[in-house]
């Protein structure tokens, strides 16, 4: 079955560098969330999309910036990168019509390295 | 907010025993309880959820179990093997919010 897919798989940045991770959600699923997971950490919930819209937000810094593209794919935008953002972000995804206590299945992760 | 605890923080058992994970969770509103496992170097996989609704729910060797009136949530994995080694963590949700709030996760080491 097709799982959440997202790229890259590692990426390393300088400071005061940004970039941009990818996220491509289960077919037919229409929410995308983002989390950030630092080592030996739970992940940390960061924002939302419910059909492209933002749908919850939670402690992501102002220097992040995400959206939800028409196919539903999700890009998470972080500029002026600190050693502190060095972490996995995983992105999850799931069928929610609405509703949002549905099953979020999440991606492999992509690691960030900011050196 | 919810708050999410989880105990204990490292788990080790012997091959064919039980392991339990407990959580306890701040918000009476949240209502919906999965459970996932990670494995080093990969993304949480749902194992298994409960909402609030039911009192227990069991998947083989895996079973949760809820009690609203305590606002706690426990796993159960019975006849443990050494691939159910992992980090499991809880999560916490509610009708008003897309976001889950995990708990600090718990190191489970089944000892072959």
């Known amino acids: 079955a097709a799982g959440v897919i997202q790229s890259p798989r590692h990426l390393i940045k300088e400071k005061r560098e940004t970039a941009t991770l990818k996220c491509y959600p289960i077919p037919r699923h229409d929410t995308v969330y983002w989390y950030q997971q630092g080592p030996g950490q739970d992940p940390q919930f960061l924002i939302s999309f419910y059909e492209k819209m933002q749908s919850d937000k939670g402690s992501i810094p102002d220097r992040f910036s995400a959206q939800q593209f028409s196919d539903y794919h999700s890009e998470l935008n972080m500029s002026s990168l600190e050693l502190g953002d060095s972490a996995l972000y995983f992105c999850?995804?799931?069928?929610?019509?609405?509703?949002?206590?549905?099953?979020?299945?999440f991606g492999q992760g992509t690691r960030l390295t900011v050196v | 907010g919810e708050n999410v605890e989880q105990h204990p923080s490292t788990l080790s058992v012997q091959e064919g025993d039980s392991a339990v994970i407990k959580c306890t969770y701040s918000?009476?509103?949240?209502?919906?309880f999965p459970w996932y496992k990670q494995e080093l170097g990969k993304g949480p996989q749902l194992i298994i959820d409960i909402r609030s609704n039911v009192g227990e729910k069991k998947d083989q060797r895996i079973a949760v179990t809820l009690n609203k009136t305590a606002k706690h949530f426990s796993l159960h994995i019975t006849e443990t093997q050494p691939e159910d080694s992992a980090v499991y963590f809880c999560a916490a949700s509610m009708d008003s919010s897309y976001k889950l709030i995990f708990g600090s996760g718990t190191r489970l080491l089944v000892r072959p």
């Open positions: 918000d009476s509103a949240s209502n919906y």
């Open positions: 999850a995804s799931s069928f929610s019509i609405g509703t949002p206590n549905t099953e979020a299945f």
